[in-house]
């Protein structure tokens, strides 16, 4: 009489792979999602910091000015440095400020402050395959004005 084999313990195998597979699938979707919010801190930082240095207007000007660029350099900069002590995880926060430029010909003309920013943040579930981190940048512009125009009022 021959004996029949039993499939009895034949999936064994597979669960710790299928186990793996979907715990990859979460981290991906989990520290995806983080990516994407560090993204968006990132470009909210830079914006904010922007914001820091187009303040810097120089109010004895007949014309819209900035201070000097040394000046708004370090609105930007300690905006980013005292956001990194509060506990934003920002990478390198004297290095935020990217520069200004005119914008528009003649009276139309536009001044922007620009900054960039780092930020990292741990990873999550994808530290099991060795992501430790996930950093993102974002940039951020600001144009100082005085008064309000129509588009500001809408």
Do not use: K, N
């Amino acid at each position: 009489m021959r004996r029949q084999r039993s499939d009895e313990g034949s999936i064994a195998p597979a669960v710790p792979i299928f186990a793996l597979v979907l715990l990859l699938l979460a981290g991906l979707v989990v520290d995806g999602a983080r990516q994407l919010t560090a993204r968006a801190r990132a470009v909210a930082y830079a914006e904010e910091a922007a914001r820091a240095g187009a303040a810097a207007i120089d109010l004895d000007a007949p014309e819209l000015e900035l201070l000097p660029e040394a000046t708004v350099r370090e609105r930007v900069d300690g905006y980013c440095r005292d956001a990194a002590a509060a506990g934003a995880p920002i990478v390198d926060p004297g290095a935020c400020f990217r520069g200004t430029r005119v914008v528009g010909p003649g009276d139309d003309r536009r001044l922007v402050v620009v900054a960039h920013v780092d930020v990292v943040q741990q990873a999550s579930l994808l530290g099991l395959v060795g992501v430790r981190e996930l950093r993102a940048s974002g940039d951020g512009s600001a144009r100082p004005f005085e008064g309000i125009d129509e588009e500001d009022a809408r």
